[in-house]
Nanobody, 116 residues
Framework: QVQLVESGGGLVQPGGSLRLSCAASGAIFRIYTMGWYRQAPGKPRELVAAIASGGSTNYADSVKGRFAISRDNAKNTIYLQMNNLRPEDTAVYYC??????????WGQGTQVTVSS
């Protein structure tokens, strides 16, 4: 049974930074494009960043230049470095395969709250 475990969220002031981690246990992780998704209250889940097995990346326009996705295949882990955070980045953040999010069961996510 594959488990995705997200961590690293928290409360941060506007302009601050956070680094999220997603560990995938029991998964053949390295061959998949993985992504970070987020879901704000009352809104659908959206893909914000993706990284292919070879390391190429893509970002949603709303986070381009502020977020950076990376992966460590040896650790079955992906990361999301989030800089210059804005209140509109407030959401629960999840990881899964990209771009569909259908590869694994969703984890519990990690809450990111950007507020002064």
């Amino acid at each position: 049974q594959v488990q995705l475990v997200e961590s690293g969220g928290g409360l941060v002031q506007p302009g601050g930074s956070l680094r999220l981690s997603c560990a995938a246990s029991g998964a053949i992780f390295r061959i998949y494009t993985m992504g970070w998704y987020r879901q704000a209250p009352g809104k659908p889940r959206e893909l914000v960043a993706a990284i292919a097995s070879g390391g190429s990346t893509n970002y949603a326009d709303s986070v381009k230049g502020r977020f950076a996705i990376s992966r460590d295949n040896a650790k079955n882990t992906i990361y999301l470095q989030m800089n210059n955070l804005r209140p509109e980045d407030t959401a629960v953040y999840y990881c899964n395969t990209a771009p569909t999010g259908l590869g694994y069961n969703w984890g519990q996510g990690t809450q990111v709250t950007v507020s002064s």
